[in-house]
């Protein structure tokens, strides 16, 4: 089992910039692919980045966030500059014991609880 632990969230103006981190326990996740997942209020859970033995990003943020990991401490980062209103939401953060990132809810195993971002305009 790993358990994912979220944090960094918070309200920030748009244009802004916010470093999320999720910390994996209870196993070494370093073979695992991670994934950071938003949703918003009504909408449905939805893609941002994920890094494995390849790194992937949704359209609307490349070139705007960065994915990475410290797997000497277990930790994923989310980068995410130049925030926009539209980035409003819950952050999660995934894992799957495939080592292959792909942009697809179903293939993580492993979920954290969330970190909110507020992005006012």
């Known amino acids: 089992q790993v358990q994912l632990v979220e944090s960094g969230g918070g309200l920030v103006q748009a244009g802004g910039s916010l470093r999320l981190s999720c910390a994996a326990s209870?196993?070494?996740?370093?073979?695992?692919?991670v994934a950071w997942f938003r949703q918003a209020p009504g909408k449905e859970r939805e893609f941002v980045a994920g890094?494995?033995?390849?790194?992937i990003y949704a359209d609307s943020v490349k070139g705007r966030f960065t994915i990475s990991r410290d797997n000497i401490k277990n930790t994923v980062y989310l980068q995410a500059n130049s925030l926009k209103p539209e980035g409003t939401g819950v952050y999660y953060c995934?894992?799957?014991?495939?080592?292959?990132?792909?942009?697809?809810?179903?293939?993580?195993?492993?979920w954290g609880q969330g970190t909110q971002v507020t992005v006012s305009s």
């Open positions: 995934a894992a799957a014991t495939a080592g292959w990132a792909l942009p697809s809810s179903a293939l993580y195993d492993y």
């Open positions: 209870g196993r070494t996740f370093s073979n695992y692919a």
């Open positions: 890094r494995g033995t390849n790194t």
